[in-house]
């Protein structure tokens, strides 16, 4: 894949992850909350807390996706995060068995998106 080529499926990863981000993720916690929300059939204070922090984030990835040769960190972060962030869910979900729908809800979810951004974010900054 050319340089330019691998910058355009980036902006679309960035856009897409950024919406899924915004205004998904709450939904997939409602209609399926063994594979995406923690501790479901009782309110949990952690639910809005990670939404509010994903919905942060998305709002950022979008903006990235305007130049994300200048956001690379932000990507870098956002892989990176995402990876930590399915580890331990997948730990815990196999630790939990109440919690093991994860590991074919959110735990990939967030696998993919790592490693959609990885792949496609240039290492250096010339390119």
């Given at each position: 894949m050319n340089d330019k080529t691998q910058l355009k499926w980036l902006r679309w990863v960035l856009i897409v992850t950024g919406v899924i981000f915004i205004v998904v993720i709450y939904p997939?916690?409602?209609?399926?909350?063994?594979?995406?929300?923690?501790?479901?059939?009782?309110?949990?204070?952690?639910?809005?807390?990670?939404?509010?922090?994903?919905?942060?984030?998305?709002?950022?990835?979008?903006?990235?996706?305007?130049?994300?040769?200048?956001?690379r960190s932000l990507i870098w972060f956002t892989v990176w995060s995402s990876v930590a962030h399915a580890g331990i869910m997948a730990v815990q979900s196999f630790m939990d068995s109440k919690e093991q729908g994860h590991l074919i809800g959110d735990v990939p979810a967030l696998l993919v998106v790592a490693a959609a951004l990885a792949y496609l974010t240039p290492r250096k900054a010339g390119r």
């Open positions: 997939f916690t409602v209609y399926w909350p063994s594979g995406w929300a923690w501790h479901g059939g009782g309110y949990s204070h952690y639910l809005p807390m990670i939404l509010g922090i994903y919905a942060t984030l998305g709002v950022f990835l979008l903006l990235a996706s305007r130049d994300p040769l200048q956001h």
